[in-house]
């Protein structure tokens, strides 16, 4: 049974960005900011995890001067924000990313090849920029893929195919692709747009959140993690304290010890922050 009095104990937070940090017009909540800076006086490590590049999340760890990690592309990588140190990548194999090429030009499908920090494409895959809400990603027009096969952490697939994008996905998995995780999956926000991503298996924020916590010697229950859409159900696996802003989807509302009462675009996670802070406060 959670206690609310363990809330003392917390040393690390780690917080997803989109739908729950920043609200829909995508700008973080002015208690929030206040009260991020009060949790880092009390030691707090905040940390975000994110399915953005770790270029595009790194705006935000600079806006708010934050003093813990980003865990970027839900987990391919994690990075200690203060440094620039790198904990933990999954790259992709250079072959794999040469098979998914060649199936995607046989399909006629659209491939991006992700980047810490940059996206890749093609002049035949120039759709792509306008088909991928990779919020805050630079991309970057190359004559070939050639040189940028190495250092790929998510292969992206995108178009109006439903039949093509998923037959790409069938085709990069047979005879078989052991090591990989594929995701098909309809856009959310893009009419009968429809979307592949290949990372390597164990990529996740749940997976890269316990490497964080073995990183830094926190036990699970001495940190909480807040999210709101599905990749941030694994997150919510874990042993840690579990917060879902109010528009938080029902599986991760149903998996949680606290659901704040406002949402993104309410400031919801300054309720979970004061929290801590009274307790921090309230426990010395």
């Known amino acids: 049974m959670f206690d609310r009095q363990s809330l003392k104990n917390i040393q690390m937070i780690v917080s997803d960005i989109d739908g729950t940090l920043l609200n829909d017009n995508g700008f973080t909540g002015t208690e929030s900011k ?13 940390s975000l995890a ?13 806006e708010l001067s934050l003093n813990g990690h980003i865990i970027s592309l839900d987990g391919a990588e994690i990075k200690d924000f203060k440094n620039g140190k790198t904990i933990f990548e999954s ?7 040469q098979k998914a090429i060649a199936i995607s030009e046989n399909l006629l499908v659209n491939i991006v ?12 895959n120039s759709l792509i920029p306008s088909l991928l809400n990779k919020y805050g990603a ?9 040189d940028y096969l190495d250092g790929t952490l998510e292969i992206v697939c995108a178009g109006d195919r439903k039949s093509s994008v998923k037959k790409m996905e069938e085709r990069f998995n047979l005879p078989y692709s052991f090591g990989y995780n594929t995701s098909f999956f309809r856009s ?39 999210g709101d859409w599905y990749n941030d159900i694994p997150m919510f696996h874990t042993k840690a304290v579990k917060v879902a802003v109010a528009n938080a989807i029902p599986e991760l509302i149903n998996r949680a010890d ?7 675009n309410d400031d919801g996670t300054a309720e979970f922050f004061e929290m801590v802070l009274k307790a921090k406060r309230n426990g010395k």
């Open 50 to 62: 994110t399915g953005r590049l770790y270029s595009a999340a790194e705006k935000l760890a600079e």
């Open 91 to 97: 790259y992709l194999k250079t072959k794999d990313v």
């Open 188 to 226: 959310h926000t893009k009419e009968n747009i429809y979307y592949l991503e290949i990372r390597k298996a164990g990529s996740s924020k749940g997976k890269a959140f316990e490497k964080l916590l073995k990183q830094l010697s926190i036990k699970p229950y001495q940190a909480a993690v807040i």
């Open 138 to 146: 630079v991309y970057k027009q190359v004559s070939s893929y050639d």
């Open 113 to 124: 090849l992700c980047h810490s920090s940059m996206i890749y494409y093609t002049e035949r």
């Open 34 to 46: 206040k009260l991020i800076r009060a949790l880092m006086y009390h030691n707090v490590s905040v």
């Open 258 to 264: 606290i659901v704040t009462k406002r949402s993104n």
